[in-house]
């Protein structure tokens, strides 16, 4: 199940679409090596593989604690996230509580909820 939920994330219910296929996107994690992440799961660096897991294990988390309330379970996978993306000067407009997020940001954690129940539904 966490394969098809990081393929239908990657994919399907693309968080930050690029805007062209192909089109390298490079990321870093947590200061780590920098890898374009606009690639098939199969392709990506491994520490961005093990944060697509983690993420979909935050995802199953939340649904499972919170399967009827989509911003409650938006929040864990916020409060999540936060705990495996220590702050930085990079990500330190996504360190505050879920409610203090922009539209924009809670959406992207409401992907994953909404593509997590859809998968435990099945």
């Keep these: 199940m966490m394969r098809e939920y990081i393929n ?3 994919t399907e219910n693309a968080i930050e679409p ?7 996107r490079i990321r870093s994690k947590n200061g780590g090596p920098e890898a374009d992440i606009n690639v098939s799961f199969d392709k990506l660096h491994p520490t961005a593989q093990q944060e697509n897991l983690a993420a979909g294990q935050a995802a ?5 604690k919170f399967p009827d309330d989509i911003e409650k ?3 864990h996978i916020h409060i999540e996230w936060m705990k495996r993306n220590p702050k ?11 409610d203090e997020l922009p539209e924009d940001e809670k959406e992207k954690d409401r992907v ?3 593509t997590m129940m859809k998968l435990m539904r099945k």
């Design 88 to 98: 930085t000067d990079y990500n330190a407009a996504q360190h505050v509580p879920y």
């Design 8 to 10: 239908i994330v990657l």
């Design 112 to 114: 994953h909820v909404r």
């Design 73 to 75: 379970a938006s929040e």
């Design 18 to 24: 690029p805007k062209e296929q192909n089109v390298p």
């Design 60 to 64: 199953a988390e939340a649904v499972s």
